[in-house]
């Protein structure tokens, strides 16, 4: 029996290599084939999870019985797409969780983002934040289209598992952070990857877009913990709440990020910074508190292995 993983991005593969290790069988599926070198020896199929009948094609002839689904246009993709970003994210996740009812399968896991969290942050208070925690569903919308789609996902997920005993669990994801080029396709990503190009040329880094930069504190999540979060919840045996934060529990300013990166680069310095009033990717508020991640601990097993220094010294060492 097989575990499927859709995208073949690097908290993909990262979960198909942690699942090989514990002796699982798995297949990424992915519409495009990345690089060799990020693939390894992975065994990956092209496909699309907006292609329905394809999907339930490549389940039945792979003896597929639980899906791992990280495919996702994220929030730059997005911006210059949205017809195709919301199809993908929405579309692509609807289609995972019927071919789950269809086929009767074990249970799936669903990648989504603390962005679901930011526009009630104005609200919140300074404790950390449960996955069920209170927004105001006009005044505290998802302002944007990415956080859109990850909100109706988790509200899908939910009503799938209500409806129609699908097991499934969302994952909700803190910022991430990892190694190798596709790594800086992200809002965190980018912004990292600015101070690593900086800290290696000697030049201050400078940032076009305060987007990239956040007011306050903000939570980031290494992928390898991603990873293993998502092995965790497929094997937990009593997921009972469906929706996790999957974070560190730590939260960092701007000053003490940098701080960090400093660490592997003595001479980093930022140009011109002016940081937002508000929170990361142009929210409008400012993060008051981490993510509660107890619940994670006490229903998958899972808490977070490596702290930012180390999630910033490996990528400085990899990349």
């Known amino acids: 029996m097989t575990t499927l993983i859709t995208g073949a991005g690097l908290i993909g593969r990262l979960t198909a290599r942690q699942l090989r290790a514990q002796g699982k069988t798995v297949l990424l599926a992915d519409i495009r084939r990345p690089p060799s070198d990020d693939l390894g020896d992975l065994p990956l199929v092209q496909a699309d999870v907006t292609d329905w009948p394809g999907l339930g094609h490549l389940i039945h002839q792979h003896q597929v019985h639980s899906i791992v689904h990280t495919a996702a246009m994220l929030t730059p993709a997005i911006r210059r797409d949205p017809l195709t970003g919301i199809r993908v994210n929405v579309m692509g996740t609807a289609n995972i969780l019927e071919a789950a009812r269809q086929f009767k399968l074990r249970r799936v896991l669903i ?71 596709e790594a800086a396709s992200s809002v965190p990503g980018q912004m990292l990857d600015c101070l690593l190009r900086a800290g290696r040329s000697g030049e201050p880094a400078r940032y076009e877009s305060t987007n990239l930069l956040w007011g306050g504190q903000e939570e980031f999540i290494d992928a390898r913990d991603c990873a293993a979060a998502a092995a965790a919840a497929l094997h937990a045996p009593n997921p009972a709440q469906g929706i996790y934060n999957i974070a560190t529990g730590e939260c960092f300013t701007f000053d003490e990020f940098v701080a960090v990166v400093r660490r592997s680069f003595k001479t980093l310095q930022v140009a011109d910074l002016c940081l937002p009033a508000g929170g990361l990717s142009g929210f409008a508020f400012q993060r008051p508190a981490p993510s509660d991640v107890g619940t994670a601990w006490r229903e998958l097993g899972f808490r977070a292995r490596y702290s930012l220094a180390d999630t910033i010294s490996h990528i400085a060492g990899a990349d």
């Open 111 to 181: 990648a989504s983002s603390t962005t679901v969290m930011y526009s009630a942050f104005g609200s919140l208070p300074d404790t950390p934040i449960p996955e069920d925690f209170s927004y105001r569903i006009v005044s505290e919308r998802p302002a944007s289209l990415y956080a859109c789609t990850k909100i109706a996902n988790e509200h899908l997920a939910l009503a799938y598992a209500q409806q129609y005993g699908v097991e499934a669990i969302v994952l909700r994801f803190g910022a991430v952070l990892g190694a190798g080029s």
